[in-house]
């Protein structure tokens, strides 16, 4: 079983609709977590940090459910620039700041 | 927010030839960083966690002699790959972690996308 698993998409939405990604992950004692996205032949950028009270920012949500080792990120309104690829991605140990990443969901919005 | 630069940003080299690529910190000083690869449609693979002043940690199945890694500062890390193959072609690229109240948070360089012929 891999460290951390996500959906495996590819999701094709139209412009507007809303869209969830899902993503777990296998150690009970991972630290932090965040969602980056990547764009074709880019490197990834933090989208967003994610944090057990779950945090917006804009048309972004992400939530942490630790009990079930859980971590979601919704998009609401999709833009065509949404169009990605998003990577889960869990720090085990914080202080070394040493990353493990899910395969990535690829995310399309059509017009 | 911090910067992290590559360079060079491509490089065709030949069979059996080294390529150095360098990554740099701008704005802030990182202990620590890291060297991924990535192959298309694939995600992020660890290869070494660079730690400046002492060697580097590479991942399981990751050769370290042909991945030289030297973390000589605060805000250089260089990774040497030696007597390149075609199987090494791939988008190689480095993170920085700030640590303080950013620890976890990694600030990506721009890659370097490597072709061996």
């Known amino acids: 079983r891999k460290e951390v698993e996500q959906d495996p998409g590819p999701f094709n939405v139209p412009e507007g609709a809303t869209v969830a990604f899902n993503c777990t992950y296998s150690?009970?004692?991972?630290?932090?977590f965040f969602w980056y996205r990547q764009d074709c032949r880019k490197e990834p950028k933090l989208l967003m940090s994610v944090y057990s009270s779950g945090n917006e920012d804009g048309r972004f949500t992400a939530q942490l459910n630790r009990a079930s080792q859980y971590i979601s990120l919704l998009i609401r309104d999709s833009k065509l620039s949404d169009s990605a690829t998003y990577l889960c991605v869990v720090n085990i140990d914080t202080n070394a700041g040493k990353s493990t990443f899910g395969d990535g969901t690829t995310l399309t919005v059509k017009p | 927010g911090a910067v992290v630069s590559q360079h060079p940003s491509w490089v065709i080299c030949k069979s059996g030839t080294s390529v150095k690529i360098e990554c740099r910190s701008l704005?802030?000083?990182?202990?620590?960083m890291f060297w991924y690869r990535q192959f298309p449609k694939q995600s992020l693979m660890l290869m070494a966690t660079s730690n400046e002043g002492s060697k580097a940690t590479y991942e399981q199945g990751v050769e370290k002699d042909k991945f030289l890694i030297n973390h000589a500062s605060l805000t250089l890390s260089t990774l040497t790959v030696t007597s390149a193959h075609p199987e090494d072609s791939s988008f190689y690229i480095c993170?920085?972690?700030?640590?303080?109240?950013?620890?976890?948070?990694?600030?990506f360089g721009p890659g370097t996308r490597l072709t061996v012929t």
């Open positions: 993170s920085a972690t700030p640590g303080g109240r950013e620890i976890g948070r990694q600030y």
């Open positions: 150690n009970s004692a991972s630290q932090s």
């Open positions: 704005d802030f000083q990182a202990t620590t």
